[in-house]
């Protein structure tokens, strides 16, 4: 077959004479593609997150005892292990693995916004709690905040990718 000479320095085969033979992207696969990356932008952060807040409590835990932190520790640590999870999940798109991120990384959370409040209203009931406990009582309770409104943005996101990921249902 005799190749087209392109006119205007196109490749050949791209002159309109095949769109009839162009296939069109959905757009529910545009946008999954879309919700997949903002994912993984909004998982970097929350893994940065968690991995700050886990370093905060170790050095915090060196002073008072590994004992009194088992809870936030181990709350940090399924918030890692869900975010492995769920970015596996995002990356093979599986419905099942983001509805275990979800459930986990939503429990994880809860632990640690849990925490926070404990600490905070503990300061709050103290007498006269020194400035240096308030200052490093500061950095966990907004790490913590952070990790939530992060958290809401990603269980929003990954409920917009597992509907568009579904197979939509026909009207009968």
């Not at 757009?27 to 940065?48: C, D, E, G, M, N």
Request: net charge positive.
């Amino acid at each position: 077959m005799q190749q087209r000479l392109s006119a205007s320095g196109r490749p050949s085969g791209t002159d309109g004479y095949d769109f009839s033979y162009r296939m069109v992207v959905d757009s529910r696969y545009q946008k999954v593609a879309r919700t997949k990356s903002i994912l993984r932008s909004f998982f970097l952060v929350q893994a940065i997150t968690l991995l700050l807040g886990l370093v905060l409590l170790i050095f915090q835990s060196a002073s008072e005892g590994l004992a009194s932190r088992v809870l936030e520790i181990s709350a940090t640590a399924c918030g890692l292990i869900s975010l492995i999870i769920g970015e596996l999940g995002r990356k093979r798109s599986r419905v099942n693995m983001l509805r275990f991120f979800m459930v986990a990384s939503s429990i994880a959370v809860s632990l640690l916004m849990f925490c926070a409040i404990r600490k905070c209203s503990g300061f709050m009931a103290a007498k006269s709690p020194s400035f240096w406990e308030t200052i490093l009582a500061l950095p966990e309770v907004a790490l913590a905040v952070v990790g939530l409104v992060f958290h809401l943005f990603i269980i929003g996101y990954t409920v917009h990718l597992i509907a568009n990921m579904s197979v939509p249902k026909r009207a009968s």
